[in-house]
Antibody, heavy 120, light 106 residues
């Protein structure tokens, strides 16, 4: 059974940094692309980033380019999202998701999410 | 960026009825469209991928159709657990955008 467990969320001041983690199990982690998807309170879903299985290819939505960095440790089966220069607009539940097939695939399995609140 | 527009925003139906949800893309996405279900307090769940393929474990009452710019999710006979928010999402190009959602309520 695929399990994805996010951690690292919390309350952070504007301009601050935070690193999210997603511990994966139940599948061969290194062979799947992984994504982060966020959901602001009471709002819809927004794709944030994707990283290939090897970690060599990464894509980001425009609003986080240059501020967020996705990485992975395939030896530990962990996905990361380093978030810098945070603003209140980044307040959301952040989900990690296993991507179906290729890096362009859909999000076939999801974690339960971790809440990031950016506020002074 | 491809914009996905879902309609209606809210759909009020009763258990046993048929639900038809729509998703329209601002430009062609071919068949590269998925549907997700999100129940309150839960993570989204993949229902349909590539317009018409049910994901693993999804009941047969869920079906998807369409191509190009117009897509439909149909739930043939609503069960109580089907009342949730539904999102469409494409994978035709970057960024992989979602629609704004349709709330299916009793």
């Amino acid at each position: 059974e695929v399990q994805l467990l996010e951690s690292g969320g919390g309350l952070i001041q504007p301009g601050g940094s935070l690193r999210l983690s997603c511990a994966a199990s139940g599948f061969t982690f290194s062979t799947y692309a992984m994504s982060w998807v966020r959901q602001a309170p009471g709002k819809g879903l927004e794709w944030v980033s994707v990283i290939s299985g090897s970690g060599g290819n990464k894509y980001y939505t425009d609003s986080v380019k240059g501020r967020f960095t996705s990485s992975r440790d395939n030896s530990k089966n962990i996905l990361y999202l380093q978030m810098n220069s945070l603003s209140p607009e980044d307040t959301a539940v952040y989900y990690c998701a296993k991507v179906q097939r290729t890096i362009m695939g859909y999000f076939e399995d999801w974690g339960q999410g971790t809440l990031v609140t950016v506020s002074s | 960026e491809i914009v996905l527009t879902q309609s209606p925003a809210t759909l009020s139906l009763s258990p046993g009825e048929r639900a038809t949800l729509s998703c329209r893309a601002s430009q062609s996405v071919g068949s590269y469209l998925a549907w997700y279900q999100q129940r309150p307090g839960q993570a989204p769940r993949l229902l349909i991928y590539d317009a018409s393929n049910r994901a693993t474990g999804i009941p047969a009452r869920f079906s998807g159709s369409g191509s190009g710019t117009d897509f439909t999710l149909t739930i043939s006979s609503l069960e109580p657990e089907d009342f949730a928010v539904y999102y469409c999402q494409h994978r035709a190009s970057w960024p992989k955008t979602f629609g704004q959602g349709t709330k299916l309520e009793i």
